[in-house]
């Protein structure tokens, strides 16, 4: 049986190795499209149980196997470089952005980078992205233009658990100056 406990423990154990763990896509046990074996995992404390658990129970559907079963991936979140096949698509006129106050000011000078992972991260509402920000500290939505965004050329992608992601948000395109 697996319980609650390992499910969330291990759960962030398993987001590290399909979505930051460097050596192991420098060593090919990761591949370009971000798949993992399975059967690798078993041997670090993953039975197909537990994958099936943490799999089923996610519910923002992060991870997903590939249609024989032997591979299990990430839909977003990466830092290491692969490509997980996300579709370019046309945004909603304004996407939301999750973040915590005490990073404000340098993303009102930066604009929204990605940091470590390879795409800013945008929600499609914002109840979603308070949620977001609040992992980071005291929450702070931050509407985009996505409309005028796309004038200037800007591409978008949606994740396939409905995550938009693009490169960069430069301040221009922030709709709001305060939560208030
Ligand atoms: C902030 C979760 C300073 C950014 C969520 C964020 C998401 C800046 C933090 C996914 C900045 C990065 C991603 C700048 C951006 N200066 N701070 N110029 N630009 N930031 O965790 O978006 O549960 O890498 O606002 O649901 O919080 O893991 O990104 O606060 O979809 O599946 O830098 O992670 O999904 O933090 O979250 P993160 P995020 P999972």
Same mark, same amino acid.
């Given at each position: 049986m697996v319980n609650n406990n390992d499910i969330v423990k291990k759960g962030k154990r398993l987001a590290f190795l399909l979505r930051h763990d460097e050596e192991a896509f420098s060593?090919?046990?990761i591949d370009k499209h971000g798949w993992r074996e399975v059967e690798e995992l078993a041997g670090m404390g993953f039975s197909r149980e537990l994958l099936d658990a943490i799999v089923a129970t996610n519910n923002k559907q992060r991870y997903e196997y590939s249609t024989d079963g032997k591979l299990i991936r990430a839909r977003q979140g990466h830092s290491i470089n692969v490509d997980v096949e996300v579709t370019e698509a046309t945004p909603p006129n304004v996407l939301y952005h999750g973040? *915590?106050? #005490?990073?404000?000011?340098?993303? =009102?000078?930066?604009?929204?980078? *990605?940091?470590? #992972?390879?795409?800013?991260h945008l929600s499609p509402d914002e109840a979603t992205a308070t949620n977001v920000g609040s992992r980071h500290g005291t929450p702070f939505v931050i509407k985009?233009?996505?409309? #005028?965004?796309? *004038?200037?050329?800007?591409?978008? =992608?949606?994740?396939?658990?409905?995550?938009?992601?693009?490169?960069?948000?430069?301040?221009? =395109?922030?709709?709001n100056t305060s939560n208030n």
């Open positions: 060593k090919g046990m973040t *915590a106050t #005490r990073f404000l000011e340098s993303i =009102y000078s930066k604009g929204l980078i *990605a940091g470590n #992972r390879l795409y800013v985009i233009d996505c409309h #005028r965004m796309l *004038a200037d050329g800007c591409k978008f =992608y949606l994740s396939n658990n409905g995550v938009w992601l693009t490169k960069q948000v430069l301040p221009k =395109y922030f709709i």
